[in-house]
Nanobody, 121 residues
């Protein structure tokens, strides 16, 4: 079952967006959830992930200090709060689930359609 990412849109440089990742039919609480992004002509990049065991988090250097990943088990939702957005953050953002976690996209399943983030003035 694909995860549904939403919350993308147009933001100005320096602005903020909050992405949501929702699952239907299974609990996200038992999986590590990763956020990935892909811009046209570029390779898919692992942005952030949150573990299933202790909610420990990982951030790519490019977003560290600006993005925050969190989990709300009552809503079966994982969020990616993106602050201080830069034009280079523009991409299609995807969330996916993994029993293992980490930054290797091959370890993740349940890829959905993603949500588009545009950063422009």
């Amino acid at each position: 079952v694909p995860l549904v990412a939403s919350g993308g849109g147009l933001a100005q440089p320096g602005g903020s967006l909050r992405l949501s990742c929702v699952a239907s039919g299974f609990s996200l609480d038992y999986y590590a959830i990763g956020w990935f992004r892909q811009a046209p002509g570029k390779a898919r990049e692992g942005v952030s992930c949150i573990s299933s065991s202790d909610d420990s988090t990982y951030y790519a250097d490019s977003v560290k200090g600006r993005f925050t990943v969190s989990r709300d088990i009552t809503k079966n939702t994982v969020y990616l709060q993106m602050n201080s957005l830069k034009p280079e953050d523009a991409a299609r953002y995807y969330c996916a689930a993994s029993p293992f976690g980490g930054t290797n996209a091959a370890a993740y399943n349940n890829w959905g359609q993603g949500t588009q983030v545009t950063v422009s003035s």
